[in-house]
């Protein structure tokens, strides 16, 4: 079946350009997940979708940052005046709702701030 | 306090050797849940491992295994007879809180080369 898919792969734009980056969840999974890794590090927790219920926004780093989730499904992630400093690979992940464990991510969109 | 400590930035273990990738974890809550994510070159984060905190017994699949000591609050994994595929980005990860799904801490990760 199919996967977690994220799309563009890679984005590259000017410094305060604004970006979106598109999440389409494994079917079926209720939860989503969008993740930031910039190079060299670990993951940093962005923002949380649960069904219906009002996402978890406390990663998110700055007021230029969000994020909705249509119908439950697909979310996009917006970057509103982009800085340099936003340069990173942007990961989203779903899981079952009564999943305990089990994140599936996609492949990831590699932004660069130019 | 960092939630998740990995020490090994990188490693490398000959081919067919086991090898241990070091985690530490900090959390209050009695509930938890650890897991470990490899991340090789094509940059998806493939699940490998889960223990739960109050599972009794190590955690194993294939290959893998988690070295679970509560009282050090360590959580290694352990992969036997590497592969020149286990070649990657290793992270270890918490969730604090059975079902806090959205409390989901990483480590920095380790890189680990397999030699031929």
């Known amino acids: 079946g199919a996967g977690v898919s994220q799309s563009p792969s890679n984005k590259v734009t000017e410094k305060g350009k604004d970006v979106e980056l598109r999440c389409d969840p494994i079917?079926?999974?209720?939860?989503l997940y969008w993740y930031r890794q910039s190079l060299g590090q670990g993951l940093e927790f962005l923002i949380y979708?649960?069904?219906?219920?009002?996402?978890?926004k406390s990663g998110l780093p700055s007021d230029r940052f969000s994020a909705e989730r249509t119908g439950g499904s697909v979310s996009t992630l917006t970057i509103q005046r982009t800085q340099q400093e936003d340069s990173a690979v942007y990961l989203c992940a779903s899981s079952l709702r009564d999943s305990l464990y089990e994140q599936y991510f996609g492949p990831g969109t590699r932004l660069t701030v130019t | 306090a960092q939630k998740i400590t990995q020490t090994q930035p990188g490693m490398f273990v000959q081919e067919k050797e086991a090898v241990t990738l070091d985690c530490t974890y900090d959390t209050s809550d009695p509930s938890y849940g650890l897991f470990w994510y490899k991340q090789p070159s094509s940059g998806e984060m493939i699940f490998l491992i889960y223990?739960?905190?109050?599972?009794?017994q190590n955690a194993t699949e294939g290959r893998y295994s988690l070295n679970f000591q509560k009282a050090r609050k360590s959580a290694n994994l352990v992969i036997s007879a590497s592969q020149l595929g286990d070649s990657a980005m290793y992270f270890c990860?918490?969730?604090?809180?059975?079902?806090?799904?959205?409390?989901?801490?990483f480590g920095s990760g380790t890189k680990l080369n397999v030699k031929p």
């Open positions: 079917s079926g999974h209720t939860a």
């Open positions: 990860a918490m969730r604090e809180g059975l079902y806090n799904f959205n409390k989901f801490y």
């Open positions: 223990q739960g905190s109050y599972d009794q």
């Open positions: 979708f649960q069904g219906n219920s009002a996402p978890d």
